[in-house]
């Protein structure tokens, strides 16, 4: 090997030099000679040689093994024995000062070359190997990972990385000499004695081996989840099985709730998708009641109260505004249901409707439990009503043979809520718990119980949108609502909404009749049906009524006749040019132009930011004659 320096130890002269030069001409070179084993141990110090050739009997009192023996130790240099002969004490001296080969003298070239060769290139691999060794000890002990060697035959585990200890909660010690099997929970024994087979087979074969997830078992009697990662690796010329346990409980926490805002943003999308359709419904089924409800309030103004059918169209309208309230809860459900948020006291709301089940479920026994100095809440009273109404019906349907719902109202704050699955903002709440006896419901049940069309129902029994609609409703006031529930142990939900600050008013009682005027008014939709009988209504009142089927329509006639027009009564949603871009254009023609906004839908979302932008009123279909003549005489007489 070229480059290599060799350490020539012989106490014949001739014989030394005769190995220098075989030596030299072999291109090796010679970093001295020696005579003795003192001599010797102090040039290679000195020196530092690739290798030595080592005569084993040496002058002195020092021979050649005692002299290879310490220059191994000390310099972690290789010798290559030189002999004539030795007896066999000698030779098994010799054996335990682990040379790198024997060369018997007298001996050829080819023979010194190949025994420096060898020798070398054995002493530099065994160098990488303990290199090796070093950094993967150093690797071992330093690593987060829980690191474990094992027999691969016998599973016993022969040590164990400061990390391993610190995930099992078991001191060094009593790691090793465990079977690997007994790092893992009993019920998985079977299991992780195949996978521990399966990773030794596969490693064995030198396939590749894939990290598997897993659960052990700490002293303390927890579990904890990890992935494994195993494989076959040398260790001072020995086979054994190396595994490392990787902590991820973080990461399945992690993975859990990544899951569970999954699930959450699916629900809010059907909610969303679900509540623009019931959103469009409801428009759609306000304009048509706004047909019945306008010529019922007509045809009743211009009766006598003694007239046979009198009492029949009131009842009409009566039944319109049932259908208005349905709608409402439409509305709600779509999010575009805030349009009459009031301050509110949930005890009395909650003691009027369950008065008014009570009367419907007399098998049924109803407790209510409100709290003192409970405090008010903002929100729309019809869809409060609407998810009490979905809770009373749930809790029928569950206790189809009778039981008890109980109704219980306190205060809360976001420290009652820590626990749930949701992270509420800070401030005060109310806290409406709702309790039955019924049948109950398992885990997967509650799971999907706010889902949209989920019911547990027969086919033709129920639409799974009572409670999607209760949810809706509950996240739209700002709310959070949650259920816990047990097999045959009944069902609990509680509902958290944003606490009020301020008290609740007095009620102003409306006059139901109407208010007769004069003057022009722009009337302005793109239903025929709702712009006839409007326009009959407000002639009746005593309004001329100039009509426009459209935006466009509308903009053009008010641009003609601003100075002759009073208020224009405007139509929120139309297809050529919407409410909101007429009510712009119209503001920049004239600066005081007086709108009354009208809509189908309720005054959240688009109505709320037209009226945010100077208009004066809103109104929502179906309105009768007083509601609105009143709106109109408030708007006129602001001057």
């Not at 090796?132 to 002990?141: G, N, Q, V």
């Not at 195949?194 to 081996?209: G, I, P, Y």
């Not at 805002?261 to 419904?281: F, S």
């Not at 839908?601 to 809103?618: K, M, P, T, V």
Request: aromatic content about 6%.
């Amino acid at each position: 090997m070229p480059n290599a320096n060799i350490l020539v130890v012989e106490d014949e002269n001739i014989i030394a030099i005769d190995i220098r030069n075989r030596v030299l001409n072999l291109g090796y070179g010679v970093s001295g000679a020696a005579a003795t084993g003192e001599d010797a141990i102090a040039i290679a110090e000195e020196t530092l040689p690739d290798l030595v050739l080592m005569d084993i009997k040496l002058r002195g009192e020092m021979d050649g093994v005692e002299a290879a023996s310490k220059i191994r130790l000390d310099l972690d240099i290789p010798v290559v024995y030189l002999t004539a002969y030795a007896n066999a004490s000698t030779l098994e001296r010799a054996k335990f000062t682990e040379p790198f080969g024997y060369l018997v003298k007298p001996f050829e070239d080819t023979e010194l070359q190949a025994a420096l060769e060898i020798a070398l290139y054995k002493h530099r691999m065994e160098r990488r190997l303990r290199e090796s060794e070093k950094r993967f000890r150093r690797l071992f002990e330093n690593s987060p990972d829980a690191m474990f060697i094992a027999d691969p035959e016998t599973g016993e585990i022969l040590d164990a990385n400061p990390a391993a200890s610190e995930l099992l909660l078991r001191p060094h010690a009593e790691i090793v000499g465990l079977h690997q099997s007994k790092l893992y929970p009993l019920r998985m024994f079977e299991s992780a004695m195949t996978e521990f087979a399966n990773l030794v087979h596969a490693s064995w074969k030198n396939r590749k081996t894939h990290p598997v997830e897993s659960v052990v078992l700490r002293s303390d009697g927890s579990e904890i989840c990890v992935e494994v990662l195993a494989q076959i690796v040398e260790i001072n010329g020995k086979p054994v099985f190396h595994s490392s346990f990787r902590d991820i409980s973080q990461r399945k926490q992690a993975e859990e709730e990544k899951k569970r805002l999954e699930v959450q943003l699916n629900l809010a999308q059907k909610m969303e998708a679900i509540g623009t359709l019931a959103g469009g419904i409801a428009h759609d089924f306000n304009n048509l009641l706004m047909g019945i409800q306008g010529n019922a309030s007509l045809v009743l103004h211009t009766m006598d109260s003694t007239h046979p059918h009198y009492e029949r169209l009131h009842a009409i309208e009566q039944l319109v505004e049932s259908g208005a309230k349905l709608t409402a809860q439409l509305l709600g459900y779509a999010s575009k249901g805030r349009y009459e948020v009031k301050t509110i006291d949930l005890n009395r709301l909650v003691e009027g409707i369950a008065n008014t089940f009570g009367r419907t479920k007399k098998e049924i026994t109803i407790h209510v439990e409100p709290a003192e100095d409970l405090f008010t809440i903002d929100a729309d009273q019809g869809q409060i009503e609407q998810v009490l109404l979905n809770f009373f019906v749930n809790a029928a349907d569950a206790m189809p043979g009778g039981g008890e719902l109980t109704l219980k109202t306190m205060n809360a704050t976001p420290e009652d809520m820590k626990r749930r699955l949701y992270k509420p903002k800070s401030g005060r709440y109310v806290r409406l718990t709702v309790a039955d006896t019924g049948i109950g419901m398992d885990k997967e049940t509650q799971k999907r119980i706010f889902d949209p069309f989920f019911t547990t129902k027969e086919m033709g029994q129920g639409t799974g949108m009572g409670l999607a609609s209760a949810y809706g409703i509950i996240k739209g006031h700002g709310g959070y609502i949650d259920v816990e529930s047990e097999k045959g142990r009944g069902t609990i939900f509680r509902v958290y909404l944003p606490a009020a600050t301020q008290t609740i008013p007095k009620i102003v009682e409306e006059s139901p009749r109407p208010i007769e005027g004069t003057g022009s008014i722009l009337l302005v939709d793109d239903e025929e049906l709702i712009l006839d009988v409007s326009t009959n209504l407000l002639e009746h009142l005593g309004y001329t009524v100039i009509a426009a089927k459209g935006g466009k329509e509308a903009v053009d006639i008010f641009n003609t006749l601003k100075n002759e027009i009073d208020i224009v009564i405007l139509d929120m949603i139309m297809p050529d040019m919407g409410g909101a871009e007429t009510f712009d254009r119209m503001k920049a023609i004239d600066p005081n132009v007086k709108v009354l906004l009208s809509s189908g839908y309720s005054i959240a979302g688009q109505a709320r930011e037209i009226l945010n932008r100077g208009c004066d009123g809103f109104i929502q279909k179906p309105f009768n004659l007083a509601k609105l003549s009143r709106k109109i005489s408030e708007i006129l007489d602001r001057g």
